[in-house]
């Protein structure tokens, strides 16, 4: 069992940065692929950027490369979301997940643990 809490989110203007975390209880976080998505009113959760148990590998939507930066430390079992260059379309809430399987997905059914979210907003 995993309990996770994020944390960062904000309004901000566009262009602007903000920084996402999420804290993860349990022993077995550096075990688990960690993902962000993101749900914007009226429409489907979709994924942002995952990272590898260890860190090593991270993966992108395409609306992310470039702008936004996943990281962990499992050490404090914490993963980041460091999102710059920010656009109004990236208003929605924002939800870190744990995947409990081997590699990563794209999809929400990918996960098995999930946070309650922060919400993100980018004024234009």
């Known amino acids: 069992q995993v309990q996770l809490v994020e944390s960062g989110g904000g309004l901000v203007q566009a262009g602007g940065s903000l920084r996402l975390s999420c804290a993860a209880s349990?022993?077995?976080?550096?075990?688990?692929?960690m993902g962000w998505f993101r749900q914007a009113p009226g429409k489907e959760r979709e994924f942002v950027a995952a990272?590898?148990?260890?860190?090593?590998?991270?993966y992108y939507a395409d609306s992310a490369k470039g702008r936004f930066a996943i990281s962990r430390d499992n050490a404090k079992n914490t993963v980041y979301l460091q999102m710059n260059s920010l656009k109004p379309e990236d208003t929605a809430d924002y939800y870190c997940?744990?995947?409990?399987?081997?590699?990563?997905?794209?999809?929400?059914?990918?996960?098995?643990?999930w946070g309650q979210g922060t919400q993100v907003t980018v004024s234009s």
């Open positions: 349990g022993r077995t976080f550096s075990l688990y692929t």
């Open positions: 990272v590898s148990s260890s860190g090593g590998n991270t």
């Open positions: 997940a744990a995947r409990n399987l081997y590699g990563y997905s794209y999809s929400p059914s990918g996960y098995t643990y």
